[in-house]
């Protein structure tokens, strides 16, 4: 068994070396009008013993068609998708090939169809997160809001007697969460006090507000958050 053991780790030490060699070896020239670089997201060996492959449900996107889109206000168009599990960008290189693009300097995702992300540096629960974020509402308004909608892996759950039963490995899409950004300050909304600590100034008028408005801080109608900033800061 010690044997055996040891074989599979030399083989998905020698795997994993090489994902990462041919990540690597990805890159395009800087231009203006194409990514400025490119890598493959390393890939994470999983099951390297198990036979046959493992059935999964859901999805990794929330939408996996690739659209054209621009990056960091550039001309030319790309074949892109946001992929929700890995929160980076994939690039259609070719019909047969699919880059997760590098995430510090690919900071501005515009599609045509007229979604914009950003990438964003934010702080939740005492960890400093980097993600890319939807803009949602009026671009240009004194308080910005974004939406980050993520998705989780669930692993296989074996029934391990005749009164359980067997789960297959899930992707599954999280609450989604908001933001609010305020003079380059990026800010997660999850509750009503998050909002009253981010502008002290105006805990009251936020508190009427709220009191007379019952917000749902995980759904689109926290839009309506924005033109009341807005008229009060």
Known sequence: MKKIAFIFFILE???????????GALGLAPTNDSFKNESGLTATLVNI?????ILTTGSEYVNASFSEATVDNGSKLFDLRYNNYTGFFEYKKSSNETISISKEQNKEISFKDGRNYFLKNYKINKSKKEEYLLLLGIRDSKVKIYKLESIEFIPYKEALNNYQEQKLPEYKLKKP?????????VVPIEKSKDLEKAFPSKSKEIRQFLKQNKIDFASDEFLIVQRFLDSIL
């Open 49 to 53: 013993t198990t036979r046959e492959k």
């Open 177 to 185: 969460l908001f933001f609010i950004e305020h003079e380059n300050n």
């Open 13 to 23: 030490f020698l795997l994993i070396n090489s994902i990462h060699s041919q990540a």
